[in-house]
T-cell receptor, first 109, second 114 residues
Framework: GQQLNQSPQSMFIQEGEDVSMNCTSS?????WLWYKQDPGEGPVLLIA?????ELTSNGRLTAQFGITRKDSFLNISASIPSDVGIYFC?????????FGQGTRLTINP | GAGVSQSPSNKVTEKGKDVELRCDPI?????LYWYRQSLGQGLEFLIY????????KSGLPSDRFSAERTGGSVSTLTIQRTQQEDSAVYLC????????????FGSGTRLTVV
């Protein structure tokens, strides 16, 4: 079946540092999404990407949809403590989302 | 309601017992999804309901798992004869017409099988 490979699996950074994570797939997706999950909560949508090559920003977050439609990255600039959580990439498959394994972000103050 | 509501939030059960997990989607959302999140893993698709269409059950891991959606609203995920490997967070999401943008997740039910 379709799988998304997300890396790194975990990150330990200092507050104020920039963060970069990426996601690759063996299949083409027409829509890529990035979600964040806080402890004890469900994932919340951060950014949605619809066109190959598209670069989209949402505050300190920037995400790009790869030209091949098989990859995407998410950058977080100037990290703050509330950025802690698990970040998931997801590809829009047939009627449902396929998720990556997640990147757990830990920030040292 | 304003969001997707799941109950219970936590469930501890003995191995071999049956459990029922409930999801109350956002009013008017026609699509409902169940995902499973095991410790340190991503979200694994279980089942998808869209309106009155036959559900997509392709992600259910075994015949011990079943789900129903009554009246196009509330859904119940049932796990029979629970095993320790069933321990996970079970997440429900709903969306309007099944679009990715409208995917709203509940807070999940944390199931622990002892």
């Amino acid at each position: 079946g379709q799988q998304l490979n997300q890396s790194p699996q975990s990150m330990f950074i200092q507050e104020g540092e920039d963060v970069s994570m990426n996601c690759t797939s063996s299949s083409i997706f027409n829509t890529w999404l990035w979600y964040k999950q806080d402890p004890g909560e469900g994932p919340v949508l951060l950014i949605a990407l619809y066109k190959a090559g598209e670069l989209t920003s949402n505050g300190r977050l920037t995400a790009q949809f790869g030209i091949t439609r098989k990859d995407s990255f998410l950058n977080i600039s100037a990290s703050i403590p509330s950025d802690v959580g698990i970040y998931f990439c997801a590809g829009q498959g047939a009627q449902k989302l396929v998720f990556g394994q997640g990147t757990r972000l830990t920030i040292n103050p | 309601g304003a969001g997707v509501s799941q109950s219970p939030s936590n469930k501890v059960t003995e191995k071999g017992k049956d459990v029922e997990l409930r999801c109350d989607p956002i009013s008017g959302h026609t699509a409902l999804y169940w995902y499973r999140q095991s410790l340190g893993q991503g979200l694994e698709f279980l089942i998808y309901f869209q309106g009155n269409s036959a559900p997509d059950k392709s992600g259910l891991p075994s015949d011990r798992f079943s789900a129903e959606r009554t009246g196009g609203s509330v859904s119940t995920l049932t796990i029979q004869r629970t095993q320790q490997e069933d321990s996970a967070v079970y997440l429900c999401a709903s969306s309007l017409y099944g679009t990715a943008l409208g995917y709203t997740f509940g807070s999940g039910t944390r199931l622990t099988v002892v």
